[in-house]
Nanobody, 123 residues
Framework: VQLQASGGGLVQAGGSLRLSCAAS????????MGWFRQAPGKEREFLAA????????YYADSVKGRFTISRDHAKNTVILQMNSLKPEDTAVYYC?????????????????WGQGTLVTVSS
């Protein structure tokens, strides 16, 4: 499984960005897809996850109400729509896939990772 994250960039505080994660390879419908981020000097942080089959979503409290995760079956893509961005959202954003089918915030449980895309929010 290969994951390709894209959509990062520079945005002003209060703005929006839409991140995409394109999945390819032997991808199973029971996989769980997640988004994480890592700010400079900080640990990687769970943001959101979605069951590929069924679409049930899960969010960290820090982004609930501002970020929305969704998937596009036709394009094998997972989307992270980010609204009301804050300077503290500045980080490298990663998508990941967990082949166990169990939703978890634990990054160690995820088996496949994209390369990361940088999001910078200016004040």
């Amino acid at each position: 499984v290969q994951l390709q994250a894209s959509g990062g960039g520079l945005v002003q505080a209060g703005g929006s960005l839409r991140l995409s994660c394109a999945a390819s390879g032997r991808f199973a419908s029971y996989y769980v897809m997640g988004w994480f981020r890592q700010a400079p000097g900080k640990e990687r942080e769970f943001l959101a996850a979605i069951r590929w089959s069924g679409g049930t979503t899960y969010y960290a409290d820090s982004v609930k109400g501002r970020f929305t995760i969704s998937r596009d079956h036709a394009k094998n893509t997972v989307i992270l729509q980010m609204n009301s961005l804050k300077p503290e959202d500045t980080a490298v954003y990663y998508c990941a896939a967990d082949r166990s089918g169990t939703v978890t915030m634990n990054q160690n449980a995820y088996d496949y990772w994209g390369q990361g895309t940088l999001v910078t929010v200016s004040s």
